[in-house]
């Protein structure tokens, strides 16, 4: 299973909304999981079952969609969500990664 | 609490194995549902599944490491054992450990903090 996101980067302004895709090449299950990652830094789990915020995760992360088609949204970006944000499958063994959004300060 | 720690050499060179040894605490392999696994991931680019193991010592291995990949556990000592064989400048990349709590589901849910792994002569 292919994960193609969209923008591979994303400028936004401090207190804006962002809104990353993610599609799948082929129909799925809500298998779907979204990844933090800061420079150094292992990934961070911020959302699975496409929509459920992982514990400890701040209310302005959400994620949604099915099929093929997800998306999170972070309502009101603050200065630590400057990150690369990442989406995976796990429908299937190997789960599989999309290449990635780099959220960065408009 | 859970964490997980890679340990291994930094520098490898071509042709040679690479062995890696995950150590991790808060949890136990021999709980039903728990699984751990290697991630990699190039510099700049995506992570990739390598291999997990489960509580039952079921193995699974991504397609195109297959053939030079092993991956076991030691429940007592609770770690787990990544070894490599035949190491490319392409494998360079940095190796994170992660668990997977299957009741929940088969994502990662805690990663250890990575090891970097560069494949050079």
């Known amino acids: 299973m292919v994960m193609t996101q969209s923008p591979a980067t994303l400028s936004v302004s401090p207190g804006e909304r962002a809104t990353l895709s993610c599609g799948a090449s082929h129909s799925m299950s809500n298998y779907l999981a979204w990844y933090q990652q800061k420079p150094g830094q292992a990934p961070r789990l911020l959302i699975y079952g496409a929509s459920t915020r992982a514990t400890g995760i701040p209310v302005r992360f959400s994620g949604s969609g099915s099929g093929t088609e997800f998306t999170l949204t972070i309502s009101s970006l603050q200065s630590e969500d400057f990150a690369v944000y990442y989406c995976?499958?796990?429908?299937?063994?190997?789960?599989?990664f999309g290449q990635g959004t780099k959220v960065e300060i408009k | 609490q859970v964490t997980l720690r890679e340990s291994g050499p930094a520098l490898v060179k071509p042709t040679q194995t690479l062995t890696l040894t995950c150590t991790f605490s808060g949890f136990s392999l021999s709980t039903d549902g728990m699984c751990v696994g290697w991630i990699r991931q190039p510099p700049g680019k995506a992570p990739e599944w390598l291999a997990r193991?489960?509580?039952?010592?079921?193995?699974y291995y991504t397609t195109s490491v297959k053939t030079r990949v092993t991956i076991s556990k030691d429940t007592s000592k609770n770690q787990v054992v990544l070894t490599m064989t035949n190491m490319d400048p392409l494998d360079t990349a940095t190796y994170f450990c992660?668990?997977?709590?299957?009741?929940?589901?088969?994502?990662?849910?805690?990663w250890g903090q990575g090891t970097l792994v560069t494949v050079s002569s």
């Open positions: 992660a668990r997977i709590d299957t009741t929940k589901g088969y994502f990662v849910d805690y």
């Open positions: 193991i489960d509580w039952e010592d079921d193995k």
């Open positions: 995976l499958q796990y429908n299937n063994w190997p789960g599989t």
